[in-house]
């Protein structure tokens, strides 16, 4: 029997409105949640903190507290981008550790945790004080399509997660590219080499989930992640009343479809009443794209944005050719949060402005190694140029910090707010919009259709007059 994660309160808000469900709008199904049969409900972290503060002005650590009293059987689990906690940048030591320990204290029971690049000293730090405290650990390992990310490659990197003691593996396909083929062997080969057992995340944005799940669970998965409809299927996870039927009655998950069922009704409602509007058709509708370029649907929208800006809105087809060949020259980075903003930018100034005549501040940083290790090596050539004025790093990026917290305790007494671990890690995570969320300022304007995440630091430091001037 399978037993089910469910991310309705996270990750399918997150993938399907823009992460702007509200607490006020979760507190009524907790008690539903609680009894539906689930291992656990996946409910903070990823991109839920920031939307909070920033778009929703709510006190994530209040929704979490009040999302523990009412669910009181379920486990309740977070993702946490390691070294990046819930933010977009590494964090020193301090500030991991603490952001744990508080995590944990305000009643996350399970902490799943990834990298980017699948660099595990970037987890270390996080892993170790979430084990310390008791939680329990689900070491992720991040899916992605390349010439070396091969079923040995995952393999290889289960090992060092638990090297780290991590309870459970994860497999993560956060662009919903892993094919039910590929699952069957990875499922099996990672069930037959390690004891711990063995999840799998995918999301239905090519419309696979369904079928990649049925051949993860025949293959011996122990969980996998599911959502509630309507807040489930197009990019977030598939919804559970349909998995449910979908596998053999033997592997069925123990759960209470009548509970599930009534949950599906109040989401109906809900979403038809305050959220109609954030609902946006393309990713609802299967994309199949993404399984010839593994380019997720947000990068897309955001490459033609930037050839907008750049007066070149004709060259998306070049650009979409040449983001493959960046990847290749950067070693292969899964195109995840930020790397995929990286690429993509790399990939459209290459088209634009000629082949890494114009290379990006977090390119060279990322050549220079301050993300971590690449999945392969960087191409030679382009690390000449790159790192003309700059030094490689091959110490743990976050080696490099110093500690933060203190000096974010000072800042938050001298904004006159009590200066609690929770108001100084919201602080030291993302310190402009914490300012604005203290004082109660008016949220910014909502977009028609807003995106998932707040703007990342993405955006080349360099002038796009200039660029327009050059390319022409
Ligand atoms: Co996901």
Redesign the pocket.
């Known amino acids: 029997m399978v037993r089910v994660i469910d991310t309705t309160l996270r ?1 399918a808000h997150q993938s399907l409105l823009a992460t702007r469900f509200r607490t006020a709008d979760m507190l009524p199904i907790l008690d539903k949640l609680d009894r539906a049969g689930f291992y656990s409900l996946e409910v903070w972290g990823g991109a839920t903190f920031d939307v909070a503060i920033r778009y929703l002005r709510e006190d994530p650590w209040e929704r979490l507290r009040l999302i523990r009293e009412g669910v009181r059987k379920t486990k309740l689990q977070m993702l946490l981008r390691g070294q990046n906690l819930v933010g977009y940048r590494h964090y020193p030591d301090d500030v991991v550790e603490k952001f744990v320990e508080t995590a944990f204290k305000n009643g996350i029971d399970i902490f799943r945790v990834f990298d980017a690049l699948n660099d595990v000293r970037n987890l270390i730090v996080s892993v170790k004080k979430a084990k310390s405290l008791g939680a329990i650990v689900q070491g992720a390992i991040c899916y992605t399509i390349s010439p070396v990310h091969t079923i040995e490659y995952y393999v290889k990197f289960a090992e060092e997660l638990i090297a780290l003691d991590v309870d459970m593996l994860t497999i ?1 396909d ?1 662009a919903g590219i892993l094919d039910p083929t590929t699952a069957y062997e990875l499922v099996t080969e990672l069930k037959k080499r390690f004891k711990v057992p063995v999840n799998v ?1 995918t ?1 239905n944005t090519s419309g696979m989930s369904v079928a990649t799940y049925v051949k993860s669970v025949e293959a011996g998965a122990d969980f996998i992640d599911t959502a509630i409809s309507p807040l489930a299927f197009g990019s977030a996870q598939p919804g559970i009343q349909t998995v449910y039927f979908a596998l053999p009655p033997t592997r069925r998950p123990d759960v209470d479809l009548n509970v599930i069922n009534e949950v599906s009704e109040y989401l109906d409602r809900v979403i038809s009443e305050r959220y109609s509007g954030l609902l946006n058709l393309k990713v609802l509708i299967p994309d199949h794209g993404v399984l010839i370029h593994q380019i997720p649907g947000g990068m897309i929208s955001n490459l033609i944005s930037q050839l907008k800006e750049l007066k070149a809105e004709g060259r998306l087809k070049e650009v979409l050719n040449e983001v493959p060949k960046v990847r290749e020259d950067l070693g292969w980075p899964p195109l995840v949060t930020p790397l995929s903003q990286i690429v993509g930018t790399q990939a459209v100034l290459n088209v634009v402005v000629g082949k890494y005549k114009v290379i990006t501040k977090e390119v060279i940083n990322y050549i220079a190694g301050l993300y971590g290790k690449p999945p392969a090596p960087i191409n030679e050539e382009l690390k000449k140029v790159a790192l003309k004025n700059v030094k490689e790093i091959t110490v743990r990026p976050a080696d490099l910090l110093q500690p933060e917290l203190s000096k974010c305790v000072d800042q938050v007494m001298k904004l006159g707010v009590p200066a609690t671990d929770e108001n100084v890690l919201t602080y030291c995570l993302f310190p402009e919009t914490a300012k604005e969320f203290f004082s109660g300022a008016p949220p910014p304007k909502q977009e028609t259709t807003p995106k998932a995440e707040a703007p990342q630091p993405s955006k080349p430091d360099i002038d796009v007059n200039l660029l327009i001037a050059y390319a022409q």
């Open positions: 990750d993560k956060m995340h999301h």
